[in-house]
Each structure stands twice: as structure tokens, then as C-alpha cells.
T-cell receptor, first 114, second 109 residues
Framework: DAGITQSPRYKITETGRQVTLMCHQT?????MFWYRQDLGHGLRLIYY???????DKGEVPDGYVVSRSKTENFPLTLESATRSQTSVYFC?????????????FGPGTRLTVL | QKEVEQDPGPLSVPEGAIVSLNCTYS??????FMWYRQYSRKGPELLMY????GNKEDGRFTAQVDKSSKYISLFIRDSQPSDSATYLC?????????FGAGTTVTVRA
């Protein structure tokens, strides 16, 4: 299916465990983003990537690691999960940063850290 | 102080009413102003965008931007139950989008 997909959709884990959230897009968009969404905060940027092997920090990067070996995939890893990382995580992509910078979002991963 | 401020509501209106949503911002560099709609348990999707100041209309939706006041609005006319969602404003001046917290709207049948 064309578009942007995320897996898993729901995840429960324990404090201290490593968790990887997957993101895959079929449009060959250059730019990909990871956000977290929390009540009262809206969407906050964790990391973004301009191309394969090019990544940079966003607003709230602490505790997260990303990689991008292929254009279509952009996994997000929580190296040692904490309760404060309980959130809904959205991956997004866009073709270009010029103009309106319309970003296309995946369906989200709901992560609970116990 | 947040870069983009948006009243989270919630807002509940009867079917057919006009829904009025707004955001204020502090960064004068913002050039593109967007409204995303997010249904429950879904990802946000772009509803409308406006470049610089002015109005834009798309069917029942009207977006307004007043850069002098750093204030943007979204109006939904003849609201329908299917308009029930969270509406997020977003702004862009460089590579990233800055989002408001989102306003949850319920349209009662």
C-alpha cells in the first residue's frame, strides 16, 4: 500500500527496556520526521532526517536515537525507556522543505512505559 | 512561553453552527500557516494552508492570517458531526513546523 506506515501501532514495555518504533514510506520523500504528541503540548519534534544517513535533533531528542540507512525507513529507538516517554509517536514525511512544507503523517504508535 | 499558543478547548457546538478556532504566535519569521485535522486515533492531515497574510476559502472552511497581530483563525461554516476532530494549527518559517496544542471540537447532531 502506498503511503506512510508505522509499526507497532500499540506497545507496552517496562522501564529500562529498549524499544524500536518503525516507520516506512513509499513516496521516496527525502525528509522524514519523528514527533511525540502529549496532552497540552501538541506535536513536538524529536528528530528529523533530510536524506539517508543525514539526521538531526529536534526539540526533544534526549533519550532517543534514530538512523536512516534507506530513504524509505526511519526507525526511532528508545535506548532505555522511561515513564516520561509514554506518549503517542508520529512519523511524518515530506518531499521538500520549500513552500508549504506539507507533511504527511503516519497513523501513530501508542507507547506505554510501565 | 510557547512559540504557538492554541486554546485546547474542548469546544462543543450544535450541527449547523459556525466553529471558530484560532492561534497566536510569537515568531515573526513564520511565512506559511496551516491547519491540520486529526480524527481520534489517527494521524494529522493537512486541511488548509495560507501563505503570508490574507484569507483562503475552501468549501465550508475559511482560514485567515493577520501577521501584524500574529493571529490566525479557522472558521467552519454549517458544521457537521463529521467535523468532530482535533484541529491543530501549524506554522513554518524554515525546515520545521511548529504546532499548536490542538483544539478538540465536537459537533452535536
Amino acid at each position: 500500500d502506498a503511503g506512510i506506515t508505522q509499526s507497532p501501532r500499540y506497545k507496552i514495555t517496562e522501564t529500562g527496556r529498549q524499544v524500536t518504533l518503525m516507520c516506512h514510506q513509499t513516496w521516496s520523500h527525502s525528509y522524514m520526521f519523528w514527533y511525540r504528541q502529549d496532552l497540552g503540548h501538541g506535536l513536538r519534534l524529536i528528530y528529523y532526517s533530510a536524506a539517508a544517513d543525514i539526521t538531526d535533533k529536534g526539540e526533544v531528542p534526549d533519550g532517543y536515537v534514530v538512523s536512516r540507512s534507506k530513504t524509505e525507513n526511519f526507525p526511532l529507538t528508545l535506548e532505555s525507556a522511561t515513564r516520561s516517554q509514554t506518549s503517542v509517536y508520529f512519523c511524518a514525511s515530506t518531499r521538500t522543505l520549500t513552500g508549504s512544507n506539507e507533511q504527511f503523517f503516519g497513523p501513530g504508535t501508542r507507547l506505554t512505559v510501565l | 512561553q510557547k512559540e504557538v499558543e492554541q486554546d485546547p478547548g474542548p469546544l462543543s457546538v450544535p450541527e449547523g453552527a459556525i466553529v471558530s478556532l484560532n492561534c497566536t504566535y510569537s515568531n515573526s519569521a513564520f511565512q506559511y500557516f496551516m491547519w491540520y485535522r486529526q480524527y481520534s486515533r489517527k494521524g494529522p492531515e493537512l486541511l488548509m494552508y495560507t501563505y503570508s497574510s490574507g484569507n483562503k476559502e475552501d468549501g465550508r472552511f475559511t482560514a485567515q492570517v493577520d501577521k501584524s497581530s500574529k493571529y490566525i483563525s479557522l472558521f467552519i461554516r454549517d458544521s457537521q458531526p463529521s467535523d468532530s476532530a482535533t484541529y491543530l494549527c501549524a506554522m513554518s518559517g524554515d525546515y520545521k513546523l511548529s504546532f499548536g496544542a490542538g483544539t478538540t471540537v465536537t459537533v452535536r447532531a
